[in-house]
Structures are given as C-alpha cells and as structure tokens.
C-alpha cells in the first residue's frame, strides 16, 4: 500500500512540473501579494507576526509627511512589526529625480508592499509629459486602483451606511501622457483604450465581488460619445461578465453615474471603469461619507501593493497647521497590515480609528470639529493601549 502511494506521488509531480514539492512550499512560504493572489480563500492569520515586514513609505507632497508621521507613531504605539523604508520624492519641493525614482522603484520591487502619499504633480510642462505618479504606477503595473467607500459609524452624512467600491483602471485611457501640438493653436490629446487592459480590470472587478461576496458589477462608461474607445472597454465589461453568471452586470454612462451617486448611491455595489472617471468618481463618493480625509485607497499590479488615501488630494494649504484628518492614511495602513497577512494588528488599528469617530470627542476640522491631527493620533493610541481584549 505504501509503494502504491509513493508511485502515484511520482506519476502527479513528474506529469506535472509547476507542482514540484519546491514550488509547493515556496508558495506556501510565500505571502499572498494581490487581490488575485489571495482569491483562494481565507486563512486563520496568528494574533502575533513572527517577522517584521519591510514597507516602502514615500510621504508625498501636501500633508503626506504628517500623515506618515501619524502612521509610524500609531505603529510604534501598537508595537507593530512593520519596519519603513522612507524616501521623499516630489515634483514640486525639488526633491523628484530619475536617480531617486528608481531607488523607490527599488524598495518597492524588494519589498513588494509600500505606504504612499499624494505626489502633486504640477500644471506647467517642463519637457515631459509624464507625472512620477504615473511614472510609479506605470513601471510596477499597478493597474487596478480600489477605493472601498463605507460610512464610519458615528460620524452621519446626507447618506449613511454607504458599502460601496470603485475599481479604477489606471495605466491607461486619457493618462497615457500622449499629447502634441499638430498645428500652432491646436493640441491632440490621445485617449488610449486597449482590449488586453480593458478585459484586465473587468477581471479584477468580478474577482474581487466574487471574493467579497459582493453581488452586482456596473461599469461606467461614455460609449455613446467615444464609441470605439469606450466602446471597446464595455463591450469587454460585458465578455467578462459572461464568465460570471452569479453576479448581476450592468453599465451606465458617467455622468448619469455622478447623478445617480448624489441622489442614490446606495443602487451600487462595484463599479469599474477608466482611468479619468475613476479619478471624478474616487472623489465624488469620498465627498459622501466624509470627504478626502476619510476615505482609504490601494492600488495592485499582479506582484506589488501600494495604499494610499481613496481622494487623492494634498491638501497643500494645511501643511504645518496641524489640521489635517488622519483617518484615510491610517485606515489604508490598516489595509496594509491586513495585506500582510497581520489581521490582529490591522483590526486593532482600524478599530481604534473608528471608536475615536464613533466616540465623537476627538474630530477634525473636515469633519466639523476642532481637534488637531495630533489630537486624533494622540486619541487613537489611547484607544490602542486601553482596547477591549476579546
């Protein structure tokens, strides 16, 4: 009986090479890096790391480097056992190089997990059509940007209990940075919509709705206008959908989508769609639970993770007020450690943020109150050094 089973052992793994007992265990060693990745379904995670993680952490522009700073004192408060690789890079505070792009790129590569803030990217064209955001995203492929807008508890909007996602894809569509003047007074802006991409983040949506038990996927599109760009990318929507039968697909075009978003959001599930309304909608849905202070984001390639706020906005005219909500950056943290597989640090964390919203005592100025960003950083490690033990 014992040979029977060493030779049927053999007949699978030598019939089958990527199922060789060393590809089994560096995949169990390995940690899960994307949506995709993790899609085969929940593992008990241990209340305490047995390793300490290395981030990649770029602060950004506007009030990213409080927002960080906010981060790391709430990590070490909650004996976190994540360890950041920082590096500064903007456009505007002359501290953007291609030297310094490819040592972030580096890190990120490596560590294949980063913390990132809002990287402004100036109006004026200095020879080079590319923002580094776009630099950034394009060279680590992150193509599917994922902003979970949920109502925080405590804190009532015009519509509450909101439980929505938007999927935004962003390699391509009107960000290619292909622009040239054609005759003097006359730009061409080329809009680039590809089926490959296009059938990608499709995927990625019904993907990530089938994983969170989610039940419709609409896409948003301007195909009525732009009927070969977003053409293209409804009608793969709608080839992808086909492959998902349990989910409920549907598409609307943008700007009924916007309308609809203000009058009754609650109609939606998980929207997907290009890169420009992606961008409208991430800001317009962060507005109705709270605004860009609030909200948290996460972008994936098919190797790397980066979080970041939902809205992203640097809010450049708070830097060294000490007035900036630290609720979107925390809470994309708290995605992160959960992306690590740290779920006891990462429930810790959120619920920490939360209970301060909820209690209501500690609120930013965004949020109608007139606490400091180091009031409610101060607030949440009290919440983390006295937390409900379960």
Not at 355 to 380: C, E, M, N, P
């Amino acid at each position: 009986m014992h040979l029977f089973y060493l030779v049927l052992y053999q007949c699978i793994f030598s019939s089958i090479p990527s199922l060789t007992p060393a590809f089994l265990w560096q995949q169990l060693a390995s940690r899960p890096l994307t949506l995709s990745a993790s899609l085969c379904g929940p593992e008990a995670p241990p209340a305490r790391a047995d390793a300490t993680f290395k981030v990649t952490m770029v602060p950004g522009d506007g009030v990213g480097p409080e927002l960080m700073t906010a981060v790391k004192e709430v990590f070490k408060s909650g004996d976190i056992p994540v360890e950041f690789e920082e590096f500064h890079l903007s456009e505007v505070q002359n501290m953007a190089s291609e030297e310094k792009l490819e040592q972030v790129l580096t890190s990120m590569k490596n560590n294949k997990v980063a913390i990132k803030g809002k990287i402004h990217t100036p109006m004026e064209f200095k020879g080079e059509l590319a923002s580094y955001e776009m630099k950034l995203r394009r060279k680590l492929d992150l193509f599917a940007n994922v902003v979970h807008v949920n109502s925080l508890p405590g804190y009532s909007t015009r519509h509450n209990n909101l439980d929505l996602v938007i999927i935004r894809e962003q390699t391509e569509g009107e960000y290619s940075a292909l622009e040239h003047e054609s005759v003097t007074g006359v730009i061409e802006s080329l809009k680039i919509i590809t089926r490959k991409k296009s059938r990608r983040i499709a995927k990625f949506a019904f993907d990530y709705a089938t994983k969170k038990g989610r039940s419709k996927v609409t896409a948003v599109h301007k195909a009525n206008i732009m009927k070969l760009g977003d053409g293209l990318f409804l009608q793969s929507c709608a080839e992808v959908a086909q492959l998902y039968p349990k989910i409920k697909y549907e598409n609307i075009i943008i700007d009924n989508c916007c309308m609809q978003l203000v009058q009754n959001p609650y109609q939606f599930d998980v929207l997907v769609m290009p890169n420009l309304y992606g961008n409208i909608i991430d800001n317009l849905a962060a507005g109705l639970v709270g605004g860009a202070g609030v909200v948290p984001g996460e972008s994936y390639s098919a190797e790397y993770a980066v979080f970041e706020t939902g809205a992203r906005h640097p809010f450049a005219q708070a830097v060294g007020r000490n007035i900036a909500n630290p609720t979107a950056m925390l809470l994309s943290a708290a995605n992160m450690l959960r992306h690590l597989n740290l779920e006891y640090h990462s429930q810790m964390v959120s619920d920490a943020v939360k209970r301060v919203i909820k209690q209501g005592k500690v609120r930013t100025r965004d949020l109608g109150g007139y606490s400091t960003t180091g009031d409610f950083v101060h607030a949440v490690v009290e919440n983390l050094r006295h937390r409900p033990v379960s």
